[in-house]
């Protein structure tokens, strides 16, 4: 009879009985239990799984988790009872659970504290066993199970695919954490690292073997980990994070592509590596240097040293390709509130591709009138955007924005941009039939707009980056709300067309969502 042909049956724990000759046992005191103590076997064997085996841990999982039936003990039939071969360790702990006098008193009251942490847990007095038609059947098993490899762990960069994949507009970093309590400190690292490989899998790439480097994992997550965790060299290429792990927003630009593609070309030349002084942050002088490099290639402005080489294996690969490929994730949020360094992002000259509402790419310019960047465009993109709401007001104010000229008029479409959200948002609280108090400005609607969808991550990170303070890069400055309030009250700030288009990247998300 093969081990799939096994019965599997339900039975109490009480009817269940621990080995003292348990190769866990015996490594420990088993081979001690004379004849006499037999009777209390059960009692010294989960003593000494608590004290050798980490069975507290196991019982704090079990009491906060629920008890994993994917594993099912395997035992041998002795009378009306069963002798455990394989699953001691769990057994023990749903015993121990269910009696801690089985323990001396001090351990006792140790489990009765966990019990007590866990009210509402779901111990089970009884479970699930495969029966085992002898001794002599269970010992492959049990060699294969440990003397072999019976499961691989999961590499780091298959955990990190495996929690980021679950994200979404109804599951968020908190829910994740609530699901796998026992991995939440770890999950924003893993959900960084999917965010990240999100990122550079979704670029354009020129050179096709550049491209299979990273699409057949030849590039390892974790060696490229040493390049986008530094702080100085994230943020030069404007690829902040939330404490969540996630970015602020699904877009890229030109600049950060350019810098991303330098850092794996040069992962994939061998001449970074995990050891690379200029990816660690103590070798203060070689890392503030590298970052600095960084900048100027997000920038366009190469080091006068540097402008061949560069030139020759980034910018050339631009030509017709200024965006992701269908969607690449970008820039912006920091969770402790610093911001790039400054002019990091200023004085971009690169095209800004929102693909978050159209889905794709526009239609690359024609090469006879040079790169057609974002910025330099004197209308705001409307693509994948279209008012849905019955206010004529708020139909003709969206016609109006979209066909200010950026160029003549760019402060205006500023104000107007300002306008469109406090009233929008005002709109959307009135169609719920719950109206928000006459004459709130545009901080108190924003904070309305928070508490409405704390659930939803992905509008809670754009509006996270609205409400962002301190030091910031121009582009990180446009569209929060302090630079909405700051062109509409202060005498002396003038938006230019750079900043509206800015702006409208971050707000268009939040409209598309609520309009």
């Not at 592509?257 to 103590?282: C, H, M, Q, V, W």
């Not at 924005?401 to 500023?414: G, T, V, Y």
């Amino acid at each position: 009879m093969s081990v799939t042909q096994w019965p599997i049956e339900v039975a109490d724990l009480d009817s269940l009985v621990l080995d003292p000759h348990n190769v866990r046992v015996r490594a420990g005191r088993g081979d001690s239990l004379v004849e006499k103590d037999v009777a209390d076997a059960e009692g010294a064997i989960a003593k000494y799984m608590v004290e050798a085996e980490d069975l507290f841990d196991l019982m704090r999982d079990i009491l906060r988790d629920g008890y994993l039936d994917n594993e099912i003990p395997v035992v041998v039939r002795n009378e009306d009872r069963f002798i455990v071969a394989e699953g001691n360790r769990r057994t023990t702990a749903l015993k121990v659970i269910a009696n801690p006098n089985l323990l001396d008193t001090k351990m006792a009251l140790r489990v009765e504290r966990l019990r007590a942490r866990y009210p509402d847990h779901d111990s089970p007095t009884a479970i699930r066993i495969m029966v085992a038609p002898s001794w002599e059947a269970t010992q492959p098993l049990l060699a294969r199970l440990h003397t072999g490899r019976s499961k691989k762990a999961w590499l780091r960069e298959q955990q990190a695919i495996f929690y980021h994949a679950q994200l979404s507009d109804e599951v968020t970093v908190d829910d994740l954490r609530v699901r796998y309590p026992s991995e939440a400190s770890m999950i924003p690292k893993r959900i960084r690292m999917g965010e990240m490989r999100s990122v550079i899998r979704a670029l354009k790439y020129d050179d096709a073997d550049l491209r299979d480097f990273v699409m057949n994992s030849e590039l390892k997550m974790t060696t490229f980990e040493y390049a986008y965790t530094p702080k100085k060299i994230h943020s030069a290429l404007g690829l902040e994070f939330t404490k969540d792990g996630l970015l602020a927003s699904k877009r890229i630009n030109a600049g950060q592509r350019r810098g991303l593609i330098y850092l794996l070309k040069r992962f994939k030349d061998k001449t970074l590596n995990t050891r690379s002084p200029e990816l660690i942050a103590k070798n203060k002088e070689q890392h503030e240097k590298f970052a600095e490099l960084l900048c100027r290639i997000v920038a366009d402005e190469p080091a006068a040293d540097q402008s061949s080489t560069l030139r020759d294996r980034i910018v050339d690969q631009e030509d017709g390709h200024s965006g992701s490929e269908d969607g690449a994730v970008g820039s912006t949020n920091s969770a402790d509130g610093a911001g790039a360094p400054d002019g990091a992002t200023a004085g971009l000259k690169s095209e800004q591709i929102d693909t978050s509402s159209a889905g794709g790419l526009s239609e690359p310019p024609s090469r006879s009138r040079g790169r057609n960047r974002g910025v330099t465009k004197s209308r705001l993109d409307m693509n994948g955007f279209e008012y849905r709401g019955t206010s004529g007001g708020m139909r003709r104010r969206f016609e109006e924005l979209k066909r200010l000229d950026l160029h003549d008029f760019p402060n205006a479409a500023h104000d107007l941009l300002r306008t469109v959200l406090e009233c929008a948002i005002k709109e959307y609280f009135r169609s719920k039939g719950e109206p928000l108090k006459p004459k709130q400005t545009i901080g108190p609607c924003i904070d309305a707009l928070a508490r409405e969808f704390k659930e939803n991550a992905k509008i809670t990170t754009l509006i996270n980056s609205m409400n962002r303070k301190g030091k910031m890069s121009a582009e990180q400055y446009a569209g929060t709300v302090d630079s909405l309030s700051a062109s509409n009250h202060e005498p002396d700030h003038f938006a230019e067309s750079a900043d509206v288009h800015a702006a409208w990247d971050r707000i268009k998300p939040i409209l598309s969502e609520i309009v």
